[in-house]
Structures are given as C-alpha cells and as structure tokens.
C-alpha cells in the first residue's frame, strides 16, 4: 500500500508543468541545489494544500473571488519568472560558471509561489488527495493516513530529486548556447502556462 502512494506521489509529479520547466531553469543555471528547491518549495505549498484539505478549508478555494485571484496572481508570478527566464538566457554560461551568485530562497520562494498560486494544482489536490482521505480515512486508523500521505510526499521527492539531477547533468555536459535556448524554451512554457491562467481570471471576471 505505501508503495503504491509512493507511486501515486511520482505520477502527480512527472507531467510537464511550471514547475519541471523552473526546475529545469534553476538547474541549468546554478546547478542540482537550486533545482532540487524549487522542488521543496512546491512540495511546502502541497503540504499545505494537504492541512487544508485535511481540516475541511477547501471549500473556500472555490469561491469565485478567490478563485478569481489565485487565477491572477498564478498568471503574473508565471509570466514575470518566465519572462526573467528569457532576460536572462544570455547570461546562462556566466550564471554556470558562478553558481554562488543565485539566490537559495528565490528558487524556494519561486517553487513555493507557483504551487501556490496555480489553481489547476489546487483542484488537482482537492480532486485526488480529497477521495484519498476520504477512502483512507474510512478504512485505516490516523497513524496509516499519515503514513500513506507521507508515501505521497516521497513519491513527488524522488521526483524533484529526478529533475534536479537531470537540470544539474544537462548544465555539465550540455554547450552555453544549448543551455540558453533551453532557458529560453522554460521561459516561453512558463509564460504560455501564465497566458493561460490569464485567461481564466479575464473569464471569472466576465463570466
């Protein structure tokens, strides 16, 4: 049964979103520490979404107000780190060969944010982690739930461990104009994601 939440954790954690598209950046640009943070700061913002979820607090997020402005804020925290991924692919390689430059907490505050502020992981919680407290709690005693949900957070772990490697291994071996573009390709994700996100608030208001 662990196992399989650990599985669970991995499969909420691979498809390709903001996250892996930040991580990829951070990682390219000052390496496995940076990555793996951005990581942390997500898995800080899941964890809360777990306490709320948990404490019954979800049904406020589908009020349309706050919906409505965690469509906003998600939009401008992914175009403003995507576009500031793009300002500064040129300066990838001199960001490679100093990685003491990059700051610790941006790459955990930017994971954090963008968690945080993207509804799509909000209701993605709500939907499957709600059904699995809902099926746990009814069958196994509180010390289990704890387990298996800390199975999850393992699973999304590896995960973050994963990508991090990969960013830290492709700014090893990979050519400078090689890491810009892939800088520039995050960006261009990152902002395409936050379009979106725009969209949907223009559409909360509208609607």
Request: positive net charge; aromatic residues 14%; proline residues 2%.
């Amino acid at each position: 049964m662990l196992f399989s939440y650990i599985l669970l954790g991995l499969s909420l954690s691979a498809p390709v979103g903001p996250i892996n598209a930040a991580q990829l950046d951070k990682g390219i640009r000052y390496g496995f520490f940076h990555a793996w943070l951005v990581g942390v700061g997500a898995m800080a913002a899941d964890g809360l979404f777990m306490l709320l979820i948990y404490f019954g607090l979800a049904d406020y997020i589908q009020i349309p107000l706050i919906k409505t402005f965690l469509w906003s804020f998600g939009a401008f925290v992914l175009i403003y780190t995507g576009v500031e991924s793009i300002a500064g692919a040129g300066n990838v390689e001199t960001q490679r060969s100093d990685s003491s430059k990059g700051s610790k907490g941006k790459s955990f505050r930017t994971g954090f944010f963008m968690a945080l502020s993207n509804p799509l992981n909000i209701l993605f919680w709500i939907g499957i982690y709600g059904s699995i407290l809902a099926e746990i709690s009814s069958q196994y005693e509180q010390a289990q739930l704890l387990l298996y949900s800390g199975g999850i957070f393992i699973g999304i772990m590896i995960w973050d461990i994963t990508m991090a490697g990969a960013a830290s291994g492709a700014r090893k071996w990979l050519a400078g104009r090689l890491l810009s573009s892939i800088s520039i390709l995050s960006g261009i994700i990152l902002i395409g994601f936050g379009l979106y996100f725009g969209v949907q608030a223009v559409r909360m208001i509208t609607g």
